[in-house]
C-alpha cells in the first residue's frame, strides 16, 4: 500500500503543478475544456495504446460525465 502511494504521489503533483502552470498560459475558459475532456483524451489512447476494448457503454458514460 505505502509502495502504490509512493509511486502515486509524485504523479498526482506533477499532474497539479502542470494544471497551474497551465492557468498560467491560457484562459480558464479554455482550461476547463481541455481539463472536461482529459477522461475522453484516456480513454482513447488507452484502446489505441494499450489496446483496451472499446466499448459504446463506456463511451457514452465518458460523454455523460463530460456534460455534467
Known amino acids: ?3 502504490s502511494h509512493a509511486q ?3 504523479l498526482w503533483f506533477l499532474a ?3 494544471f497551474n502552470v497551465s492557468l ?3 484562459s480558464v475558459t479554455s482550461n476547463t475544456i481541455i481539463s472536461s475532456t ?3 483524451f484516456t480513454f482513447l489512447l488507452s484502446c489505441v495504446l ?3 476494448k472499446f466499448c459504446v457503454r463506456k463511451l457514452v458514460c ?3 460525465c463530460m456534460a455534467g
Open 1 to 3: 500500500c505505502v509502495t
Open 62 to 64: 465518458i460523454l455523460a
Open 50 to 52: 494499450l489496446g483496451e
Open 16 to 18: 497539479q503543478w502542470t
Open 38 to 40: 482529459s477522461s475522453l
Open 8 to 10: 502515486a504521489t509524485p
Open 24 to 26: 498560467a498560459l491560457t
